[in-house]
């Protein structure tokens, strides 16, 4: 197998095992059924991506980059923070009972948005041969604009996924508190989109006749 894919199959794994770490520590203690469920499903949608996700998407997410634009570097380390504390804020929350109890229900529905939007995520990256974990020109494989499947719709599929992904982690462990956390991912993650549709109209060939067909960056009607 691939160097890099292996690479990016051992990234995954060792993000997930830092985030279930983090809130079962800041939580102190492993009695946390929503937390596996979260774990369960997780798995659950690595195993499909591994399944349906072209091996050269998973080699580009897994290789060590280059011509990666400054700021999305500066994007991504501050989102480091946002992405982590989820976990911690949400684990805390969980020991403390800041949130308290709440219906099974909203557990159950963060579970499902969960992994619908995962679902969506995998749709943009088999959508797209050039979906990155970064994001940069990639002349090296003749880059071109994705215009199927999710892109049909919206330019920056992969971004909403991201940020639904990030709202409904919270409502799976049942902490209101963490979904500030979220909240902060999701202004990075608009600033990002923002960043990057200017990046791709300026540099990626197509890219220009592709927004007159598709206006709205993630939102449809609204942005």
């Known amino acids: 197998m691939n160097k890099d894919i292996i690479r990016r199959l051992i990234q995954v794994l060792v993000i997930l095992v830092i985030q279930l770490f983090l809130v079962f520590i800041a939580a102190g203690t492993f009695k946390l059924v929503w937390v596996f469920a979260f774990m369960a499903c997780s798995f659950l949608i690595l195993v499909i991506n591994f399944i349906v996700v072209p091996l050269d998407v998973i080699k580009e997410r897994g290789s060590k980059k280059k011509n990666v634009k400054k700021w999305d570097k500066i994007i991504s380390g501050i989102n480091a923070a946002p992405s982590l504390g989820l976990y911690i804020v949400s684990g805390l929350d969980l020991r403390f009972e800041w949130t308290g109890a709440i219906s099974r229900w909203i557990h159950v529905l963060g579970l499902i948005l969960l992994f619908s939007s995962s679902m969506l995520f995998t749709w943009s990256m088999v959508s797209n041969s050039f979906f990155s974990t970064m994001v940069r020109i990639q002349d090296d494989r003749n880059h071109t604009v994705a215009s199927k499947g999710p892109y049909k719709y919206v330019r920056h599929p992969g971004y909403v996924a991201f940020i639904l992904m990030s709202i409904s982690t919270p409502l799976v462990f049942g902490s209101i508190y963490a979904l500030i956390c979220s909240l902060m991912t999701m ?33 449809p009607y609204l942005w």
């Open 187 to 219: 202004i990075l993650m608009i600033i990002r989109t923002n960043l990057e549709d200017k990046t791709l109209q300026k540099e990626l060939d197509g890219y220009g006749a592709y927004t007159l067909q598709v206006k709205y960056k993630l939102i």
